[in-house]
Structure formats: structure tokens, C-alpha cells
T-cell receptor
């Protein structure tokens, strides 16, 4: 079945460091891909998305490129801030069950000043 | 309101009691989804609605779980005879449509359920 695998956390970085959170997927066809973020005490928020191969999603300095050949959707940011501390979830949208989302296990990011 | 709202935000109940969780989707969103987030299972899909219809209930973990949606808007997730393993955060999401580029799901803040 469809699945998403993320790198395990927690990830601890210093402010202004480069961030990569790896995400790979297994799916039937070519699903849409998403990154959601959950800040402490808050709900899931959409961070960015890509709907087809080679698309690049971007928002708030974060980027991710839909790579069909490697079935990956890695999240990157060139310079993280303390305010980026959160849990990040990679997800794919399936073709069945109304387009339900399948999530990775989440990666906790902690950015120190 | 501007976003998806859920109530209550927290619920503590005793094992064996029934609970009802409510979701108010974004106005005009035809699709509605329920997920739950727990330490052991991560984020898992439960059920979706297109309008008032739930075409596939196979994601519900047991027959103690049921859900309905009325007026194409508010949805209620009911858990009967709660068990301790039902303790989790229950998340609701809505999208404008099931496809056509309008399928992005927007999540509510969740209901944190604790079964003692």
C-alpha cells in the first residue's frame, strides 16, 4: 500500500543553519505531495505542496521538489530561525478513500539561538 | 469562521462511556475528513465525507466508531463504550472539493481525548 517515510527526529540545529528533512514515498500512480507543520500547541498547517513531478513547492523560505525518479520530496530551508521549531509531517494524497492523506511519522525540529 | 473548528478542545472520560466530537468545516467546503493522532500510530485516516455521504467507512478502527454529517456542514464523530486505546487527538480537515485542484485539506486544532 501507499506509505511515507521521513527521517527520524529530533533534529537540533543552531539558528541560521541549513535544514534538510528527508521524505520518501511509495504510491500507486503520481500522488500530490505535501509538507504540513505543527507548531507547539497548535494544529496542523499546510506548509507547501507539489502536484506533479519536478514541481517545486515553496513557502516561508522552505522548499521541496517532487522527484519522481527517486520518489522523494525532501524539505529544505537555507537558514532556520528559532520560530521554525515545530514538528514537520510529509504526506501524500491517495487516489482512493476520497483522497485521504497518508502521513509520515513526523520529524521534530528544534532550533537553538 | 475562517478556519476549521472543533469542540471540545479537550475531553476526559471514563472507560465505557460514549463521547461525541464535533467538527465545523470551512464554509463552502464539500469534503470533510477525520484523522486521529496518537503516539503509537502517528496520524491515521478514519473516514471522509463528500457532502453528507460517507462512501467508505473501512478506516474506522472498530464498530464502536461512527460518524455523520448533516447539512453538508457540521460533522460528529461518536465513540461508544470508549477504551483506553481510544485516547488520542482527533483531527478534522476540510477541502473545497475532492479534486480539480481544490483538494488541499485544512485542519482544525483537534480534540484531545483521554480515556481513564
Amino acid at each position: 500500500g501507499d506509505s511515507v517515510t521521513q527521517m527520524e527526529g529530533p533534529v537540533t540545529l543552531s539558528e541560521e543553519a541549513f535544514l534538510t528533512i528527508n521524505c520518501t514515498y511509495t504510491a500507486t500512480g503520481y500522488p500530490s505531495l505535501f509538507w504540513y507543520v505543527q507548531y507547539p500547541g497548535e494544529g496542523l498547517q499546510l506548509l507547501l505542496k507539489a502536484t506533479k513531478a519536478d514541481d517545486k513547492g515553496s513557502n516561508k523560505g522552505f522548499e521541496a521538489t517532487y522527484r519522481k525518479e527517486t520518489t522523494s520530496f525532501h524539505l529544505e530551508k537555507g537558514s532556520v530561525q528559532v520560530s521554525d521549531s515545530a514538528v514537520y509531517f510529509c504526506a501524500l494524497r491517495t487516489y482512493n478513500q476520497g483522497g485521504k492523506l497518508i502521513f509520515g511519522q513526523g520529524t521534530e525540529l528544534s532550533v537553538k539561538p | 469562521g475562517a478556519g476549521v473548528s472543533q469542540s471540545p478542545s479537550n475531553k476526559v472520560t471514563e472507560k465505557g462511556k460514549d463521547v461525541e466530537l464535533r467538527c465545523d468545516p470551512i464554509s463552502g467546503h464539500t469534503a470533510l475528513y477525520w484523522y486521529r493522532q496518537s503516539l503509537g500510530q502517528g496520524l491515521e485516516f478514519l473516514i471522509y465525507f463528500q457532502g453528507n455521504s460517507a462512501p467508505d467507512k473501512s478506516g474506522l478502527p472498530s464498530d464502536r466508531f461512527s460518524a455523520e454529517r448533516t447539512g453538508g456542514s457540521v460533522s460528529t464523530l461518536t465513540i461508544q463504550r470508549t477504551q483506553q486505546e481510544d485516547s488520542a487527538v482527533y483531527l478534522c480537515a476540510s477541502s473545497l472539493a475532492l479534486g480539480g485542484g481544490q483538494e488541499t485539506q485544512y485542519f482544525g486544532p483537534g480534540t484531545r481525548l483521554l480515556v481513564l
